[in-house]
């Protein structure tokens, strides 16, 4: 692999420095002999602010990024103000969205994870008629990027999606939680009853790089069997993403989450010289 420039946050107050949360990985890239530069994530969120966000940003050639989350469409404005200054992210928007929304995965990785359905945009109706696709029985509400299971019970958790009124209830708080943050559409997904802490898997151009914790569970990484999970990952033909498995009760392992890489979170546990491009 071609040696890459690294692309992380800028701290807020001190917009010289990286941010805190990314300085480890900004200083084993450095010592590694890689260059890192600095963007403005705060622009960056805006629409239109991707060129303000990359103003630091010097030299040419390829670059990965690794900060906090962005939406698709960010992500293609960031792309494109890069290449204006000669820098090419590995990850194109096409790539990235791919990754980051679930519609994008979905259909490769059916095989290995629960059963989903999903609405273009927040419709009523649209989401009754999700609910009907799948049937009856409890479901995983999300939309195309992220949960709230930190909200179980009011926002992600629907006990059985032939009540439909009651499913409505959690999507509509769900859409409250969320704001102008919601992505997409809903999400409905299969519920399975997971018996382990999650693991977090990171791989490279198809290779698995790194099997960690979750960042929620750092200290706890089980015995994880990917065997089954492991050559559809490998055909995805994307160059940096995340898998997050758990342990069904019936002792296979699933498939929880597919991501990009360069914006999920690394625990603590796994040092920065993993994943550096």
């Known amino acids: 692999m071609p040696r890459v420039?690294?692309?992380?946050?800028?701290?807020?107050?001190?917009?010289?420095?990286?941010?805190a949360h990314f300085a480890d990985e900004a200083t084993a890239a450095r010592e590694a002999g890689l260059d890192v530069a600095l963007?403005?994530?705060?622009?960056?969120?805006?629409?239109g602010g991707a060129d303000e966000a990359v103003r630091r940003v010097h030299g040419e050639g390829q670059a990965v990024y690794r900060g906090w989350m962005v939406s698709s469409q960010r992500?293609?404005?960031?792309?494109?103000?890069?290449?204006?200054?000669?820098?090419?992210?590995?990850?194109?928007?096409?790539?990235?969205?791919?990754?980051?929304?679930?519609?994008?995965?979905?259909?490769?990785?059916?095989?290995?994870?629960p059963s989903a359905v999903w609405t273009e945009g927040?419709?009523?109706?649209?989401?009754?008629?999700?609910?009907?696709?799948?049937?009856?029985?409890?479901?995983?509400?999300r939309d195309y990027t992220k949960s709230l299971k930190h909200h179980w019970h009011e926002a992600a958790f629907i006990?059985?999606?032939?009540?439909?009124?009651?499913?409505?209830?959690?999507?509509?708080?769900?859409?409250?939680?969320?704001?102008?943050?919601?992505?997409?559409?809903?999400?409905?997904?299969?519920?399975e009853r997971f018996v382990s802490a999650e693991v977090r898997t990171w791989w490279i151009d198809g290779v698995r790089r790194?099997?960690?914790?979750?960042?929620?569970?750092?200290?706890d990484l089980p015995d994880a069997d990917l065997t089954a999970a492991e050559a559809v990952l490998r055909g995805l033909g994307l160059p940096f993403v995340t898998a997050d498995f758990a342990l069904r009760e019936d002792g296979v392992w699933r498939l929880i989450e597919l991501g990009d890489g360069q914006v999920s979170d690394r625990p603590r546990t796994v040092s920065p010289e993993a994943l550096l491009p």
Do not use: I, K, N
């Open 5 to 19: 420039m690294l692309l992380v946050p800028a701290d807020v107050l001190r917009p010289r420095r990286p941010d």
């Open 75 to 113: 992500y293609a404005e960031f792309d494109a103000a890069l290449r204006r200054r000669g820098v090419v992210l590995r990850t194109t928007a096409e790539q990235y969205r791919r990754a980051h929304e679930l519609p994008g995965w979905y259909a490769d990785l059916a095989s290995v994870t």
């Open 39 to 47: 963007v403005d994530h705060d622009a960056l969120a805006r629409p």
């Open 210 to 219: 790194v099997t960690g914790p979750h960042p929620d569970t750092p200290d």
């Open 122 to 141: 927040a419709d009523r109706a649209a989401f009754a008629r999700a609910c009907g696709e799948l049937g009856s029985g409890p479901a995983v509400l």
């Open 159 to 191: 006990p059985d999606v032939a009540d439909t009124a009651a499913a409505w209830s959690v999507a509509s708080r769900f859409l409250e939680l969320r704001g102008s943050d919601f992505a997409g559409g809903f999400v409905l997904r299969r519920f």
